[in-house]
Nanobody
């Protein structure tokens, strides 16, 4: 059974950093695009970043461009989200997701991690 397990969330002060990880098991996602989405209370799930299967192409929401970096290690079947210069508005539950082709739409993704909470205090 395919499974994505996200980790690395926590509480951090504004300006701080966190690194999220998403480990895949049960099948290989090496040929899949991987993405991170986030959902704040009362808001819809929104695209944060994505990376193609090889890691050669990355995509970011304007709100995180220059602060977040997505990467992957296919040997470990793991994708990462390095988050720097965090802001209170980055507070949300962060979800990793997998799909054969890159998309910014959450409804296009079939595989999801369980979510990890990121809280940024001011």
């Amino acid at each position: 059974q395919a499974q994505l397990v996200g980790s690395g969330g926590g509480l951090v002060q504004a300006g701080g950093s966190l690194r999220l990880s998403c480990a895949a098991s049960g099948r290989t996602f090496r040929t899949y695009a991987m993405a991170w989405f986030r959902q704040a209370p009362g808001k819809e799930r929104e695209f944060v970043a994505a990376i193609n299967w090889s890691g050669g192409s990355t995509y970011y929401a304007d709100s995180v461009k220059g602060r977040f970096t997505i990467s992957r290690d296919n040997a470990k079947n793991t994708v990462y989200l390095q988050m720097n210069s965090l802001k209170p508005e980055d507070t949300a539950v962060y979800y990793c997701a997998a799909r054969e082709l890159y998309s910014r739409l959450p409804e296009n993704y079939a595989y999801w991690g369980q979510g990890t909470q990121v809280t940024v205090s001011s």
